[in-house]
Structure formats: structure tokens, C-alpha cells
């Protein structure tokens, strides 16, 4: 069992910066692992994901060129520098660890464990 902890959220204005990180209670070496977020009334959707073995990484063309998905294997930590923040980029986020095949780095269901979420809200 992986217990993940994400912090670092709050309020920012719109064209400022933030960085999430996730905790994980065990190691996530062999883990690939995953942002998600959703907005009040939306699905949850995908942000951004990296790889265990090579560091791969995958973005939603939303946040693409403004958010940078990195891993500290050392530290068992994932995080997610995000950039030129728009009002469109508030949700809550989660962080999620996929372990079990088959995966698909944007699939929610596909992931095996979840944090329990950190409020990121844009002023406009």
C-alpha cells in the first residue's frame, strides 16, 4: 500500500508560479506516476505523467510548455512546477501512482493509488 501526500497549493494570481509536490509513504522507484485535477462540477482530468524507468514524460496539451512534471526517486517525491498560471488552471490536484499494468499515462482509471488533493486557485 502507497500512501501519497501532495502539498505546496494555495492561491496565486494569474501569471504566477507554483510548485506541487507529492510524498509517497514507500518507495515509488518501480512507479510511474501522475498529476490530475478537477474543477467544480468537472471530471477529473489529466495533466501530467513521467515514467519510472526513463523519465518520460506526458502532457495535456492545456498545460503543455507552462508545467513541468519531474520525480526525486531518492525521495520518494513527484512534483509539478507550474508556470504562467491561468484562472482555467483552478482545481483541485491529485497526485496518483500506477504500478499494476496495463497503463495509460492520461487514464484516471488506470492508476492504482491516490492523494488526497491540494487546492490550487488563479486570481484573475
Known amino acids: 500500500q502507497v500512501q501519497l501526500v501532495e502539498s505546496g497549493g494555495g492561491l496565486v494570481q494569474a501569471g504566477g508560479s507554483l510548485r506541487l509536490s507529492c510524498a509517497a509513504s514507500a518507495r515509488t522507484l518501480n512507479y510511474n506516476m501522475g498529476w490530475f485535477r478537477q474543477a467544480p462540477g468537472k471530471e477529473r482530468e489529466f495533466v501530467a505523467a513521467?515514467?519510472?524507468?526513463?523519465?518520460?514524460?506526458y502532457y495535456a496539451d492545456s498545460v503543455k510548455g507552462r508545467f513541468t512534471i519531474s520525480r526525486d526517486n531518492a525521495k520518494n517525491t513527484v512534483y509539478l512546477q507550474m508556470n504562467s498560471l491561468k484562472p482555467e488552471d483552478t482545481a483541485v490536484y491529485y497526485c496518483?501512482?500506477?504500478?499494476?499494468?496495463?497503463?495509460?499515462?492520461?487514464?484516471?482509471?488506470?492508476?492504482?493509488?491516490w492523494g488526497q488533493g491540494t487546492q490550487v486557485t488563479v486570481s484573475s
Open positions: 513521467i515514467t519510472w524507468s526513463i523519465g518520460r514524460t
Open positions: 496518483a501512482a500506477h504500478r499494476t499494468a496495463p497503463w495509460s499515462p492520461t487514464g484516471v482509471a488506470t492508476y492504482d493509488y
